[in-house]
């Protein structure tokens, strides 16, 4: 594994926890403090400095202090140290420790970003712990909707982030291809065989799926399988048509997902589970810990005696890992529930397969409507995994397509919703897969076709690649009166970067110097909307810059007459566009070297 320097936040980090050790050896401190919870980030306010740290308040009552006079005597030692290039040091509100630090650290971390380029942000933070990620995982009952397009984008983009931070991921597709939906899908394509044989079936009957997207299927099924099923009993075809329409509907997902650029590494099959015996395995190891039992639950909420017939059930004894009732693992029929396969899939996801590593931490991006599952599936694997490995469940709310504010109608082609190639085939899925991150996965979001094709600050998109087009266009521009030598990553980095001291240049290489930081708070977090925000911040710093020098010559980036000056100007275009391409490289979306 490569190693990476610390970036300034870590450095600080470790030099505070050094800090601690050396006052506790001193007597000044007790022993044994622990700076885990202490963090180290950009002050919120930025007139308090450019680096805060909450020490005085997470440590003060352990080690008996104030948390104001913890944070002076923390502040006063690292004072002395020159290697952090603290200029200034204040202690605001309860106790929160601000430093300001000396041009010369931002300078530097700016000549890192240069030559570090599109790995700049890289980060082993994950120690390659392995973490499985599983998003979309649409029933494979036709092409994708827009609803499916948000939890895709927010998975595909999850994971990349996850991996930047030196997580080691594997990207999964759970083919929901065991339930009833199938045997509807069956159905629907045998309707459509029969059209394709020439026969009169009149309108798709209610409960089936009446997309025109499954005409095609049932022409290719008549044409190989000729009329053998013409009059034929259900019994005799399901089997067959329900593999043949699963195929074929995963082929057009597949085709779906590669036009948004979104990538699996692996796709896995709940008929095929289930068919190997995993939710006898998993159910036989709950059984195994005493957490299974037959029971009768009370009526669900809203319901009378009247209405509820009690009956013993078999149960997984889910309250006991915090779930508000037991869980029912067989129907009434005898079968699984959809929560006992549930159960083996992330028992199979945990362990691993010859298909499959384990993993320490699983990942599930549903849509909202999976809200209830959320505690049980947390209970199931807790219980499963004695507590040894997380799973983090991520909702997605839905996304409003709106076209000048105007809802949009749906697809005839799928007969009652949107379909998501509709909507990349409009903008481009650079676009779709931008927009996606502009606000938190559990936030609804609003999608304008007209607004997302708008050429103004307003598109955050477009604001995000002007800036990186903005910034090819300035080096491209350097060119003409300088070498290709002078503008290599290198030279650009060694230049004499202390030429870089206006307030607008010097905030703009703090943002820059937050990426790899951010890199891992994101990570950590699985909050990849914060590279969209984050790379909306550099955005604007970096259009501010051109700006005051559109109207003072003198901040200019190409300045003839100060061959120095421009060349250090440039390292800072240069890092600009290094970073929003580390972030975009993040988002799955393409940096733009020009805007036309």
């Known amino acids: ?14 030099a505070l926890s050094d800090v601690l050790k050396e006052l506790a050896e001193e007597g000044a401190l007790p022993a044994g403090l622990d700076p885990a919870k202490v963090t180290v980030e950009p002050p919120r306010d930025a007139s308090h400095g450019d680096i805060s ?37 204040s202690i605001d509100g309860p106790g929160f420790l601000n430093f300001r630090l000396a041009p010369e650290m931002w300078q530097g971390e700016l000549a890192t970003a240069v030559r570090a380029g599109v790995a700049y942000g890289d980060s082993q933070v994950g120690q390659g712990v392995r973490v499985n990620v599983e998003y979309v995982s649409a029933n494979p009952t036709g092409p994708m909707h827009v609803g499916h397009c948000r939890g ?50 009149g309108a798709v009957p209610a409960g089936l799926y009446p997309g025109d997207y499954l005409v095609p299927l049932g022409q290719d099924i008549a044409k190989r399988y000729g009329d053998i099923w013409r009059n034929a009993d259900e019994a005799v075809w399901l089997e067959t048509i329900r593999t043949e329409a699963v195929a074929a509907m995963l082929v057009l997902i597949k085709e779906d997902l590669a036009a948004l650029g979104v990538k699996h590494d692996l796709f896995s099959s709940e008929r095929a589970m289930v068919e190997s015996g995993a939710v006898e395995a998993s159910l036989a190891a709950l ?57 083996a899939y992330h028992y199979d996801k945990a362990l691993g397969n010859p298909h499959r590593p384990g993993a320490n931490i699983l990942i599930n991006i549903f849509g909202a409507d999976h809200g209830g599952y959320v505690k049980r599936m947390m209970a199931a694997v807790k219980a499963l995994t004695d507590g040894k490995v997380a799973l983090d469940i991520k909702l997605c709310q839905l996304v409003n397509l709106l076209d000048n504010g105007v809802p949009v109608k749906m697809s005839k082609r799928a007969g009652n919703f949107v379909i998501l190639r509709e909507v990349v085939d409009e903008v481009g899925a650079n676009a779709v897969r931008f927009i996606m991150l502009t606000r938190k996965n559990d936030v609804s979001l609003d999608f304008d076709f007209a607004k997302v094709q708008e050429q103004s600050k307003d598109n955050p998109v477009f604001y995000v690649q002007y800036a990186h087009a903005r910034a090819a266009s300035v080096l491209r521009n350097a060119v003409d009166s300088l070498s290709h030598d002078q503008l290599s990553s290198e030279h650009l980095a060694n230049s004499s970067l202390s030429h870089l001291t206006d307030e607008a240049e010097l905030g703009l290489m703090r943002t820059l110097a937050s990426w790899p930081r951010l890199v891992e708070a994101a990570a950590e977090a699985h909050e990849p909307h914060r590279i969209a925000f984050y790379l909306g911040d550099v955005a604007a710093g970096f259009h501010a810059l051109w700006n005051k020098g559109r109207d003072e010559a003198s901040l200019r980036f190409i300045l003839p007459d100060d061959p120095e000056l421009t060349i250090a100007r440039l390292a800072l275009v240069q890092g600009v566009k290094s970073v929003i391409a580390s972030g975009l490289a993040v988002l799955g979306v393409e940096p733009v070297e020009e805007m036309r």
Do not use: C
């Open 287 to 343: 059984e195994e810990r005493g957490l299974i039992y037959v029971g009768t639950l009370e009526p669900p909420k809203g319901k009378t005696p009247d209405e509820w017939e009690p009956r013993p059930q078999t149960l997984f004894r889910a309250t006991d890992f915090g779930d508000d009732v037991d869980r029912p693992l067989k129907k009434s029929d005898g079968s699984w529930t959809y929560f006992a396969n549930d159960i």
């Open 53 to 89: 740290t909450n020490v005085g308040m997470v440590l003060s009552k352990p080690a008996g202090m104030k948390p104001r006079g913890l944070a002076t005597l923390v502040g006063d030692r690292m004072r002395t140290d020159p290697a952090l290039g603290i200029s200034d040091i």
């Open 152 to 201: 895709a984008v927010v998975g595909d983009v999850l994971a990349s982030l996850l991996a930047k931070a030196g997580f080691d991921v594997v990207r999964e597709y759970y083919i929901n291809d065991a339930g009833a939906q199938v045997d509807v899908l069956a159905r629907s394509a045998y309707h459509r065989y029969r059209e394709a044989l020439g026969d009169d079936m």
């Open 1 to 14: 594994m490569t190693q990476l320097t610390p970036h300034i936040f870590k450095r600080f980090h470790t």
